[in-house]
């Protein structure tokens, strides 16, 4: 099977086609794709003209399409965002509705920023996308036009709204949300980590090995029980700092809580409020969609699949 | 103040401009706009790339955008639906964006049909939009385009979903929803009218007066209160066609009943059956938004408003 995945120099890029090598992988990205067996690299600007039909020549049966301007670079360059979030995305489904007998399936990475408050503490499936960055809404719209295309048989697609993924691998960035996995990344190898908001804030998480499995899942599945909803918001699990925290004494004893630090950044604390705190997720839970059991599990697979 | 008005030539726009002619009116349509005192007439392609330009050339304060490719013809003409009801929007958008110290408020058009199947009986305000037909895509994309420029300051837009309208001036149209004006208008002037749905069939409904209240409302309240979330499911009157037969025997005398024949129509019915029966509407009416009163309401302020 050839698959196509947009985005393939991102961390869930690089070990989605880490995961499929058995087949004949096509990787693209803005800067220079995994140079894996049996695949072909495209080093692309999504938004230039040519790059939808490009991406599609050789018909990948299947698509994964991650790439995107991350929210902050949305929300600071508006063109940028639209071009690459809105406008790339659609071109690429006009790309496929021009090839003749051609309805891949998609597999989208949207986001839960399709959200914005007021929201419930639980959000259900059927709740309302009133974004509140320019991401958010480029998110939604690409949800909509994903449900739009496969409604009239052009796609067969899937938008998935995915958890903080943590322990993300790496060293610390930027992001307001990095610290979720810094407190446990860094002191699991040694090293010491802040903690910038209470031990009592909650959050929504995913390991990367789950998210993963959702895509993975989401390229295989059944898709008739979708119907016209083609967004499903995937389950994660939902924990305290406090929860973090007893599972890496659990893992590296309580020395490891020494590594942290706790110098609190109200900014941090202000965009980490705003964000949801839990999804009932149903229905991917009924559609198959699994997530990890625990922060314990959480922990076990980041020392398993990190180099 | 000057008011644009896209959409002039349909009945809403009409009724508009003729509410507002104490203003400078700009009157937009693709066919020639209604030739009122104080107005200047654009007929304009919506799609035409230098038409934005044209309609906000006099900087209007207030803009009502009514114009659309209906559902059916959004349906049958994928690129033309695309083209007018979210190129061209967002062109307009865009158009005021690339203006310096522009803010106007927008008043737009949506629907209710940014809402599929399944829902509840009666859809709350936070209800996810997923549309059934690409016309509803295309509303539903607008509003969330609406809401972030909103946010960002651009504009000051509200986006009304609009109950089915009821009683339609004119004459018998082919839209299956045109049969519950028919019913009503027709008998009220002596005229036969088919009925080709059972009469326990509930609807949700705004007389033309209500609408144009509607409108005027969103263009002139204190948007503050809407904060990110721009889109109004504005109230209407649930009933059904019995509930309307009874309103119409009261007005007219029970002959005027004598006047509709029952000839079942199963494309009809079926259409109706996947609408929308009632939405709780509580956002809108604390924000001053009020429906009808009656069906006997409905049908004096028609009698009152036809020529």
Known sequence: MKILIIGAAGMI???????????????????????????????????????PARLIAQRPETIYHLA????????????????????????????????????????????AAVFGRPFPDCIPDDFHTVPLTSYGTQKAIAELLINDYSRRGIIDGVSLRLPTIC?????????????????????LAG?????PVPEGTRHWFASPRAAIGFFRHAAQMDTGPLATDRAITVPGLTATVADQLAALSRAAGPAALKLITRNPDPAVERIVAGWALEFTATRARALGFAADASFDAIIEAHLTDTP
Chains 1, 2 share one sequence.
């Open 167 to 187: 322990i993300r691998p790496g060293t610390p960035n930027r992001a307001a949300s990095s610290f979720f996995s810094n407190i446990l990344r860094e002191p």
């Open 13 to 51: 890029g690089r070990k989605l086609a880490a995961a499929h090598t058995n087949h004949d992988l096509i990787l693209a990205d803005v800067v220079a794709p995994p140079d894996l067996p049996n695949s072909t690299q495209l080093t692309v600007d999504l938004a230039a003209p040519d790059t």
């Open 191 to 195: 090293k010491t980590a802040n903690l």
């Open 68 to 111: 995107a301007i991350v929210s902050g670079e949305a929300e600071a360059d508006f063109d940028k965002g639209y071009a690459v979030n809105l406008d790339a995305t659609r071109a690429l489904l006009e790309a496929i509705r021009a090839t003749p007998n051609y309805h891949p399936r998609i597999v989208y990475a949207s986001s």
